[in-house]
C-alpha cells in the first residue's frame, strides 16, 4: 500500500522557518521524481518544488532562494527547508511522488505565516 504523510507544519512568525518532511512507503522512491506543492484558501494547487532521481532541483518563481528541496533515498522521504517564510507562503503543503507512470499524494500539512 503506497503511503505519503506530510509533517512539520505548524504556525510560525514572518521571516522563520519551518522543515517539511515526507515519509513514504510502498513504491519505489528511488525510481521516482518528487515534488512540493502547495494550496492556499480559495486558490488552485501551485506548484513549489521538484527533484529529480539524480537530484536536480526546480523552484516554483515565488520560493526560490528561500525553500530548498531535497531527498534521503535511504530513509524514503522528501523534505522541504522554508526560510524567510511569508504570509502568503500560507497554504496546505503537499508532497508528490511520480515517475511517468504512477503519480501519488500525500494528504498535505498546514503551514501558517502570520504575526
Known amino acids: 500500500q503506497v503511503q505519503l504523510a506530510e509533517s512539520g507544519g505548524g504556525l510560525v512568525q514572518p521571516g522563520g522557518s519551518l522543515r517539511l518532511s515526507c515519509v513514504t512507503s510502498g513504491f519505489t522512491f528511488a525510481s521516482y521524481s518528487l515534488r512540493w506543492y502547495r494550496q492556499s484558501t480559495g486558490k488552485e494547487r501551485e506548484f513549489v518544488a521538484s527533484?529529480?532521481?539524480?537530484?536536480?532541483?526546480i523552484y516554483g518563481d515565488d520560493v526560490k532562494g528561500r525553500f530548498t528541496i531535497s531527498r534521503d533515498n535511504a530513509k524514503s522521504t522528501v523534505y522541504l527547508q522554508m526560510n524567510g517564510l511569508k504570509p502568503e507562503d500560507t497554504a496546505v503543503y503537499y508532497c508528490n511522488a511520480g515517475n511517468g507512470v504512477n503519480r501519488y499524494w500525500g494528504q498535505g500539512t498546514q503551514v501558517t505565516v502570520s504575526s
Open positions: 527533484i529529480t532521481i539524480g537530484r536536480s532541483a
